[in-house]
């Protein structure tokens, strides 16, 4: 009778009533909770809910019942007066069901009850006074303002990008031009344009942080609101005083020199700058007055701010159109606060804030505190296998000391190549297969230390739970015959790289590694015994917000160049033919999201840079709690090795082996030119478990580029040399070879 029971509940819930979805969007930003949180209560994608309240979907059980529980509450809360009142409609159920599986109506109802628990329930006009920034759907109409007006026409915003609203109304950046009677006009997110009174830099800074109703709403509870960020052109930086261009003298620091009449007019003003300047990307400030922040960003293209390995041509566009791709950037990672590797890194600690607000104490003050799962708000020392060379805790060593494999965790990406075999020779084309986001893949469900220092220990037993490095000897470990699953495999150990190095040469004796790889060896079927290690004992998955917020701003984006993420490889590969030229604008930000992924990485073992820095002495990163060498390793460990398993698992099943490896793009030979021709999918669409796979997703694989074996039988014979072997992965893509390649 129980079963009959449920089975009536879940044909209710499958039901339950939905108010239409201007509605539901109206619900959600009353209570102020982002689409992210929702999200995350609902256990489905931010797009899912953003379309369910666009209209595009309807939400299926069991997530309907929870949605609708949701909403049924927060109308409780906030109901409808009669200027936001609109008649019910019974909305269609979808053709598909847009959500991700979930754990079920029940783990649902709690999650909800959370997120709508979280909020004190404010009145209706503060509610609207705090409106996240990212809550509207994509069509959008600003109201008419003595400053605003809109251009007659403009490109459609993408289908999930949010635009500006609330507390911050137009957006979070504007890119300021002037035109040849000095009028200054910015242009924002979804075709806006504004006229633009300041006449001097520190007026257009007070400007920005009152009316211009600039910012973005904080990505997490405990963090703070994004500071606005104005984008100067060339025209507008001679309006304000500043050079369109940077002198040699003043390119070299990187910055304007500190007598400089517009830094003049800030001090005045009580301005204050960064210690990096007057930069390409600046910050003006003035110190915090409570909780209330007075800070502005400024990007100059001219002055190189958009690096072109990351941002294309953005610096060529014209000022809507710059508008438009930053715009996209700002609501789907962060504003920008630097070049993408700084953003990177920022938007780990605006998703994960190393404090919080304390319980009220005996007076009813609250206090910042650390916040659990964060990094904390200390600098930390990291053990000396982790240091980078010239780190002052490895002060003690003799000066020009080498550090072998015994004493440095060198944990990095592939470079490893080897000669191609007879059979491999008769066949007639190389094609090279490109792991999407693979080191975004590999931080995320990656387990790091957080706030503990590192403990030395002696003879230990290995955790693969444990977040550490290890000295250890994995020169036994033998490709040739491994274990994958719970059987073990015979294979040609030769044609595999080593997973243990980045060279793939096979290991000699102890080294050090992190715990993914020592990890991987067990995995193998292969005993370890450590001899040293230093571990970190208060561990999490602190990569994981990062990872799904880039993760989400890669595949919609995507999604918007048309290359969805259901397609069949077939399809895939067809969607992928020519997808930047759909949208030039919307692929620079697919290379900026991508960029952000691999520089945020890099920025936790930032290294000294500039003159005057002498080995053993301490430099600005090191400041940062966020200056990790040790997450940095394991992340990168984590994506060698999974880019290992990936080949063993095509290998076992196959035969067939990489002739090359370039960090996350692979090269096979193959008798077709197709990625096709390479993995090889059944009737059903599904290819060899635990190996490559066609598809946008994070970890899955692209079609990198194609050339015939006799063009790289070619480029080995050119660039050999001292019996290395040239990495064909390097030039696969366009198959063109520079003479710096070949040295002439």
């Given amino acids: 009778?129980?079963?009959?029971?449920?089975?009536?509940?879940?044909?209710?819930?499958?039901?339950?009533?939905?108010?239409?979805?201007?509605?539901?969007?109206?619900?959600?930003?009353?209570?102020?909770?982002?689409?992210?949180?929702?999200?995350?209560?609902?256990?489905v994608r931010r797009a899912t809910v953003s379309g369910w309240e666009a209209g595009r979907s309807e939400p299926r059980p069991p997530e309907r019942e929870a949605y609708a529980r949701m909403l049924k509450q927060l109308a409780q809360l906030y109901p409808a007066t009669e200027s936001t009142a609109e008649p019910q409609q019974d909305a269609p159920a979808p053709a598909t069901s847009t959500g991700t599986p979930s754990t079920g109506p029940a783990g649902e109802a709690l999650g909800v009850a959370a997120v709508t628990a979280s909020r004190t329930a404010p009145s209706p006009s503060s509610a609207a006074a705090h409106t996240p920034a990212d809550a509207s759907p994509p069509a959008r109409a600003v109201r008419p303002s003595p400053v605003s007006r809109r251009p007659g026409a403009e490109k459609a915003a993408p289908a999930h990008t949010p635009t500006p609203g609330g507390s911050y109304a137009h957006g979070p950046l504007l890119v300021l031009d002037a035109n040849a009677e000095r009028n200054?006009?910015?242009?924002?997110?979804?075709?806006?344009?504004?006229?633009?009174?300041?006449?001097?830099?520190?007026?257009?800074?007070?400007?920005?942080?009152?009316?211009?109703?600039?910012?973005?709403?904080?990505?997490?509870?405990?963090?703070?609101?994004?500071?606005?960020?104005?984008?100067?052109?060339?025209?507008?930086?001679?309006?304000?005083?500043?050079?369109?261009?940077?002198?040699?003298?003043?390119?070299?620091?990187?910055?304007?020199?500190?007598?400089?009449?517009?830094i003049k007019q800030l001090q005045r003003a009580d301005w204050q700058l960064t210690k990096r300047g007057l930069g390409p990307w600046a910050r003006i400030y003035r110190p915090a007055q409570g909780s209330r922040r007075q800070c502005v960003q400024l990007c100059i293209p001219s002055w190189h701010a958009l690096d072109d390995r990351a941002w294309g041509h953005a610096a060529q566009l014209d000022p809507a159109e710059l508008a438009r791709v930053l715009g996209v950037y700002a609501a789907r990672v962060m504003t920008p606060v630097g070049s993408t590797a700084v953003t990177g890194l920022q938007l780990m600690t605006a998703l994960n804030p190393p404090t919080r607000a304390s319980e009220p104490d005996a007076t009813g003050r609250r206090h910042r505190e650390h916040r659990p799962g964060s990094l904390g708000t200390e600098p930390m020392d990291p053990a000396p296998c982790e240091a980078t060379d010239g780190h002052p805790v490895l002060a003690h060593l003799p000066r020009f000391h080498v550090r072998g494999p015994g004493?440095?965790?060198?944990?990095?990406?592939?470079?490893?190549?080897?000669?191609?075999?007879?059979?491999?020779?008769?066949?007639?084309?190389?094609?090279?297969?490109?792991?999407?986001?693979?080191?975004?893949?590999?931080?995320?469900?990656?387990?790091?230390?957080?706030?503990?220092?590192?403990?030395?220990?002696?003879?230990?037993?290995?955790?693969?739970?444990?977040?550490?490095?290890?000295?250890?000897?994995?020169?036994?470990?033998?490709?040739?015959?491994?274990?994958?699953?719970?059987?073990?495999?015979?294979?040609d150990g030769h044609l595999l790289p080593s997973p243990f190095t980045p060279t793939g040469e096979r290991p000699e004796g102890l080294a050090w590694y992190a715990t993914p790889t020592v990890a991987y060896a067990v995995e193998l079927g292969y005993d370890v015994a450590p001899v040293e290690a230093w571990v970190r004992r208060e561990s999490g998955r602190f990569l994981d917000s990062w990872y799904k917020r880039l993760r989400n701003a890669y595949v919609d984006t995507m999604a918007d160049l048309g290359v969805g993420e259901k397609l069949s490889?077939?399809?895939?590969?067809?969607?992928?033919?020519?997808?930047?030229?759909?949208?030039?604008?919307?692929?620079?930000?697919?290379?900026?999201?991508?960029?952000?992924?691999?520089?945020?990485?890099?920025?936790?073992?930032?290294?000294?840079?500039?003159?005057?820095?002498?080995?053993?002495?301490?430099w600005p990163a090191l400041a940062r709690p966020n200056w990790r060498p040790d997450i940095r390793a394991a992340v990168i460990s984590r994506a060698r090795t999974n880019m290992h398993r990936k080949m063993l698992n095509l290998a076992a099943a196959t035969g067939q082996y990489p002739v090359a490896v370039l960090s996350d793009c692979a090269v096979y030979?193959?008798?077709?030119?197709?990625?096709?021709?390479?993995?090889?999918?059944?009737?059903?669409?599904?290819?060899?478990?635990?190996?490559?796979?066609?598809?946008?997703?994070?970890?899955?694989?692209?079609?990198?580029?194609?050339?015939?074996?006799?063009?790289?039988?070619?480029v080995l014979e050119r660039l050999g040399a001292d019996g290395k072997v040239a990495n064909l992965a390097r030039y696969i893509k366009t198959g063109e070879v520079t003479a710096k390649d070949t040295g002439e």
């Fill in 1 to 43: 009778m129980s079963e009959l029971f449920d089975a009536v509940d879940a044909l209710v819930a499958s039901r339950s009533p939905l108010p239409p979805p201007t509605e539901r969007k109206r619900l959600r930003q009353a209570h102020a909770l982002t689409l992210d949180e929702v999200a995350a209560a609902l256990d």
């Fill in 184 to 262: 200054v006009t910015g242009y924002g997110i979804g075709g806006l344009i504004l006229d633009v009174p300041a006449k001097s830099l520190p007026a257009l800074v007070e400007w920005a942080l009152t009316e211009a109703q600039l910012g973005a709403e904080k990505l997490h509870g405990s963090g703070k609101d994004g500071d606005p960020l104005l984008v100067l052109t060339k025209t507008a930086c001679e309006r304000y005083g500043l050079p369109g261009v940077l002198s040699e003298a003043e390119r070299l620091p990187g910055r304007l020199p500190e007598g400089h009449k517009v």
């Fill in 669 to 714: 030979t193959a008798n077709g030119p197709s990625p096709l021709d390479v993995l090889p999918y059944g009737d059903d669409g599904k290819t060899v478990p635990g190996s490559f796979r066609l598809g946008v997703s994070p970890g899955m694989v692209k079609h990198e580029g194609t050339q015939s074996v006799l063009w790289g039988a070619d």
């Fill in 407 to 491: 004493e440095r965790l060198f944990e990095e990406a592939y470079d490893w190549a080897r000669d191609m075999t007879d059979a491999e020779c008769m066949q007639r084309y190389l094609v090279g297969i490109d792991v999407n986001l693979a080191f975004g893949a590999a931080a995320n469900g990656a387990v790091i230390g957080l706030a503990s220092p590192p403990v030395h220990a002696t003879n230990p037993v290995f955790d693969p739970a444990v977040p550490g490095s290890w000295l250890v000897d994995l020169s036994h470990v033998d490709l040739s015959r491994v274990k994958i699953g719970k059987q073990w495999h015979d294979l």
């Fill in 569 to 618: 490889p077939q399809e895939f590969l067809k969607a992928m033919d020519g997808y930047k030229q759909r949208d030039p604008e919307l692929g620079i930000v697919v290379d900026a999201v991508k960029m952000t992924v691999k520089g945020g990485i890099g920025k936790l073992q930032e290294k000294a840079r500039g003159g005057g820095w002498k080995p053993g002495q301490a």
